[in-house]
Nanobody
Framework: QVQLVESGGGLVQPGGSLRLSCAAS????????MNWYRQAPGKERELVAA????????DFVDSVKGRFTISRDNTKNTVTLQMNSLKPEDTAVYYC???????????????WGQGTQVTVSS
């Protein structure tokens, strides 16, 4: 069965750092783009960072550019989100997502983790 397990969340002061990790199993990790989403109370789920299946391209939402870094290790089936200079508005549940498009099947494969809480507060 497919599993995505996030870890590394917690409480941190503004300006601090956290590293989130996602361990994947049950599918061909290297064939999937990996993404980090977040959802704050009362807000819709937001794509924060993305990395291509080979790790050669990344993308970030404007609000975290220059502060967050996404990386992956296809030999360990893991993806990480390094979060620096954290702000209170970064407070949310962060979700790991795996996505693969299959044009020949005309479908998209999407897998989600359970999420990990990040709270930025003094």
């Amino acid at each position: 069965q497919v599993q995505l397990v996030e870890s590394g969340g917690g409480l941190v002061q503004p300006g601090g750092s956290l590293r989130l990790s996602c361990a994947a199993s049950g599918f061909t990790f290297s064939a999937y783009a990996m993404n980090w989403y977040r959802q704050a109370p009362g807000k819709e789920r937001e794509l924060v960072a993305a990395i291509s299946s080979d790790g050669e391209s990344t993308d970030f939402v404007d609000s975290v550019k220059g502060r967050f870094t996404i990386s992956r290790d296809n030999t360990k089936n893991t993806v990480t989100l390094q979060m620096n200079s954290l702000k209170p508005e970064d407070t949310a549940v962060y979700y790991c997502n795996a996505r693969r498009r299959s044009p020949q099947l005309r479908k998209t494969f999407n897998y989600w983790g359970q999420g990990t809480q990040v709270t930025v507060s003094s």
